[in-house]
C-alpha cells in the first residue's frame, strides 16, 4: 500500500515570506524554492530564524507577509510531508503504539498499520524494542521513534529540526544514518542543525539564514569551499554569533 498521491507537492515554494511577533521581525522578505532530490541543510547563526522558517516552510506558522505553496497550493492542503522535532512527543504507549499512531490518523487497517510500524521500527533498529514503554527510552532512541513515526507515513518532503540536539556522538551516528536512509529512499529533507560536520556529512544543498534572511542559498560543496558572503565566510570560522 502507498500513501503517494500521483502528482508531487513539490517544489516548495516561498513568496517575499515574513513572519512578525508583534513588531519585532523575525523572518525578512524570504523568497525560496526547494524541489525535489538534494537534501537541504538550513544553517546559520543562533537567533537567524531557522527554526521559525522550517515552521514556515512545514505550515505549522502562517507567514505574516507572503505566501507559502506547495506546488502551486496552500500548505495545509499538502498532507504528504512529515516533521521530527528536537524534542519529540512520545506518547504513553508502546513504542509500537507511538509508530502506529500516526498511521490510525491517517486511517490505515490496523493490520496493515502494525505491520508497516514494525517495519519502520526495524529500519531504525528498534525493533527488539517494540513492547516496551516510549517513555523509558533514552533521548537517542527516542529521537529514532521519532523517525520512524514519520518514516511509516511514506512522505514526499521530512522536515527535522535540529534532530541531533543534545544526543551523544554514538546517538547522533546512529540518528544520521537513519537520516542517510530516508535520504537515499527518495524523500526529499529539509533540516536544521546546529552542527557543521554534521551539515558537511549530510547536506547536498544549503540555505544559509542570517538576522531573517537568507544570504545564500545552492550546492553544499560550494557553500563550504568558496561562500559567496562575508556573514558566511565568518559563520564557518565560528566568529558569527548573532
Known amino acids: 500500500m502507498t500513501m503517494h498521491a500521483p502528482a508531487t507537492i513539490l517544489p516548495l515554494v516561498l513568496d517575499k515570506v515574513g513572519f512578525a511577533v508583534g513588531a519585532t521581525d523575525i523572518i525578512r522578505g524570504i523568497s525560496l524554492e526547494l524541489r525535489a532530490g538534494p537534501c537541504t541543510v538550513i544553517l546559520g547563526p543562533n537567533g537567524a530564524g531557522k527554526s521559525m522558517l522550517l515552521r514556515l516552510c512545514h505550515g505549522l506558522l502562517e507567514p505574516t507577509r507572503g505566501s507559502v505553496r506547495w506546488n502551486g497550493t496552500h500548505p495545509h492542503s499538502a498532507r504528504r510531508q512529515a516533521m521530527v522535532f528536537q524534542r519529540p512527543v512520545m506518547l504513553r504507549r508502546s513504542t509500537i503504539a507511538n509508530v502506529a499512531y500516526g498511521l490510525k490518523r491517517a486511517g490505515m487497517a490496523r493490520t496493515e498499520r502494525t505491520k508497516r510500524a514494525a517495519a519502520a521500527l526495524d529500519r531504525v533498529g528498534l525493533l527488539h524494542l517494540a513492547d516496551r514503554s516510549a517513555r523509558v527510552l533514552s533521548g537517542g532512541e527516542q529521537q ?6 514519520a518514516w511509516a507515513l511514506d512522505p ?3 522536515f527535522l529540526d535540529e534532530p541531533t540536539a543534545n544526543l551523544d ?3 547522533t551516528r546512529a540518528i544520521e544514518n537513519v537520516i542517510a536512509s530516508i535520504r537515499d529512499g527518495g524523500t526529499k529533507v529539509v533540516m536544521t542543525t546546529h552542527d557543521l560536520g554534521q551539515a558537511r556529512r549530510l547536506a547536498q ?3 544559509f539564514l542570517h538576522r531573517g534572511r537568507v544570504l545564500e542559498h545552492g550546492p553544499a560543496d560550494r557553500f563550504f569551499e568558496q561562500p559567496a558572503t562575508n556573514e558566511a565566510a565568518a559563520f564557518l570560522k ?3 554569533l548573532v
Do not use: D, F, M, T
Open 144 to 149: 529514532r521513534v521519532a523517525l520512524a513515526r
Open 205 to 207: 544543498e544549503i540555505v
Open 169 to 171: 556522538p554514538a546517538a
Open 238 to 240: 565560528g566568529e558569527l
Open 156 to 158: 514526499e518532503v521530512l
